[in-house]
């Protein structure tokens, strides 16, 4: 049985621009879950875009830790890559501005979670 493991490589050849992220990848090839190139707080960083029927939603995950951090820009206390963290970080708010009705969540935002099951009761 073949594997249905796929290695991805966002360095070498193996990502596309899907502006305004630099480096992304279409995992199932149409379009609705894309991994993102968001390093910088942790090498090899990526947040996960989905496209749902009612509008899309990023997973943000650890690339920044609450919407403040996101519409402030306030950088975190660790970064294993300072340069990498501000090119992911200004790659999102770009995404954010430009999609004002995405629902990004990072993942330290209790306040984004517990609004989520607002939504979804």
């Known amino acids: 049985m073949a594997s249905r493991v796929r290695t991805i490589d966002f360095d070498h ?17 149409d379009g609705s879950v894309r991994l993102l190139y968001t390093p910088g707080h942790t090498s090899g960083h990526f947040s996960v875009l989905v496209r749902l029927a009612e509008r899309e939603v990023l997973l943000v995950g650890d690339a920044v830790y609450t919407l403040r951090n996101l519409r402030d820009g306030t950088l975190p206390f660790r970064m294993v890559a300072e340069a990498a963290y501000k090119r992911s970080l200004g790659e999102l708010r770009a995404y954010a501005q430009q999609h004002p009705d995405a629902l990004i ?14 939504i979804y009761e």
């Open 105 to 118: 969540i990072p993942t330290h935002d209790a306040g984004v979670w517990e609004g989520l099951q607002d």
């Open 13 to 29: 050849g193996g990502a596309e621009s899907h502006p305004p992220f630099a480096r992304a990848v279409d995992v199932l090839g």
